[in-house]
Each structure stands twice: as C-alpha cells, then as structure tokens.
C-alpha cells in the first residue's frame, strides 16, 4: 500500500533551524517533493529529489535516501513568515501523487 | 504567465444536490490533477487528467467525475453530495504530468450543509 510519515506538529524559534522528516512506502519511485502551504492557501513548490543527496536552495535544502526511504526538508534561519504546514509527496510508478499527511510548523519569536 | 485558476472559490451546495468545479491550468499545461483536502484526511488524489483522457484515478466513489477539454481546462462534477464531500478542492497543472512540478490553484471551498 502507499504510506508517507511526517511529524504532526512542530516547533521552533526565529533564526534556528529546523528539520521535518518525512518516510515513505510506496508502489515505485519516481520522485520525492516538498511543499509548502499556509494557512487558507494553496500548496506551493519548494523541492524535487529524484536521486539520493542533498539539493540545497537558498534557506531550504531537501535530502533524500531511496533505500531507506527517507527524506528530510531542512529550514536555516527561520522567519516568522515560515510558520506554514509542509507537505511532502511521492510520484509513484502510476506516476500518481502521494501526499503525506504535512508537518504544521510554528516559528515563533 | 498567469497562474492556475479555479472556480467559484466559495460553493454551498444541500446534501443531494450535485457540483461543477472549473480549473484553468497554466498555458502550455496539459496535465490537471484535481485532489480532496480536510484537516483529517489531507490531501487525496482524485483523478488526472491528460489531453482530454482520464490518466490516472484515486480511490473515490463514482460520484466524483470529471473532464478535461481540448483547451486543457477540466471541470470536476460530484453528484449526490453528501455532508462528507465538504472539503477544500485543489487542482493543479503539470506540463505533461508524471514527474512533472505540479502548480496549484486556490482551490474552491465546498461546503455541504
């Protein structure tokens, strides 16, 4: 079956840095995504990882290991503005999208 | 290059009555997914849509219908609504689907009363 994990809720103070994990099982592999939403918006794009490593994109850096079927999205420098829920999906091999479940992060002062 | 766009943004429909849903993706796209989102469940994959033709189906009940035009625009139908269909509808645009960065909408808030 398909099956993505990631934290409910999590916490962190402006200018630290805060990792959000996300473990999948899948039907295939094709690729892994970030997403970043705010409240009463729509989900937007923050990442792509289709092979193992890190992919690193000014604050945000996304890492990925396909045989542990893991990933983790990495904030530097939190700003208020971060406060957001983080989505992160799985494109299988019926090339559909598989979202978890999202990470609701609260930066506060 | 004008973004995804999707209409109405507000619906309040009765339980039993149907809904159409619009989406305009990105000029150039060709590939519309359309997903369901509430606070419990997340975001569900509904269908896609790819030059006209269903691609892909998730695992709703046969009241969720949708289509695709030669324009690429995809309307999205439920029938028989219930009070579970109260959700946030996301559709977004890829350029051929697959792989493929998806770009959301705003979405359209259905609410079943």
């Known amino acids: 079956g398909q099956n993505i994990d990631q934290p409910t809720e999590m916490t962190a103070t402006e200018g630290a840095i805060v990792q959000i994990n996300c473990t999948y099982q899948?039907?295939?592999?094709?690729?892994l995504f970030w997403y970043q939403q705010h409240a009463g918006e729509a989900p937007t794009f923050l990442s792509y990882?289709?092979?193992?490593g890190l992919e690193e994109k000014g604050r945000f850096s996304s890492f990925l290991s396909r045989s542990k079927g893991y990933s983790y999205l990495l904030l530097k420098e939190l700003q208020m503005k971060d406060s957001a829920s983080y989505l992160c999906?799985?494109?299988?091999?019926?090339?559909?999208?598989?979202f978890g479940p999202g990470t609701r992060l609260s930066v506060l002062p | 290059k004008a973004g995804v766009t999707q209409t109405p943004r507000y619906l309040i429909k009765t339980r039993g009555q149907q809904v159409t849903l619009s989406c305009s993706p990105i000029?150039?796209?060709?590939?519309v997914s359309w997903y369901q989102q509430t606070p419990g469940q997340g975001l569900q994959f509904l269908f896609e849509?790819?030059?006209?033709?269903?691609?892909n189906k998730g695992n709703f009940p046969g009241r969720f219908s949708g289509r695709q035009f030669s324009n690429s625009r995809s309307e999205m139908n439920v029938s028989t609504l219930e009070l579970g269909d109260s959700a946030l509808y996301l559709c977004?645009?890829?350029?051929?689907?697959?792989?493929?960065?998806?770009?959301f909408g705003p979405g359209t808030r259905l609410t079943v009363l």
């Open positions: 999906a799985v494109s299988d091999y019926g090339q559909n999208f598989v």
């Open positions: 899948t039907s295939g592999f094709n690729g």
């Open positions: 990882n289709v092979l193992d």
């Open positions: 000029s150039g796209h060709r590939s």
């Open positions: 849509y790819f030059s006209e033709t269903q691609r």
């Open positions: 977004a645009s890829a350029t051929a689907g697959g792989v493929d960065t998806q770009y």
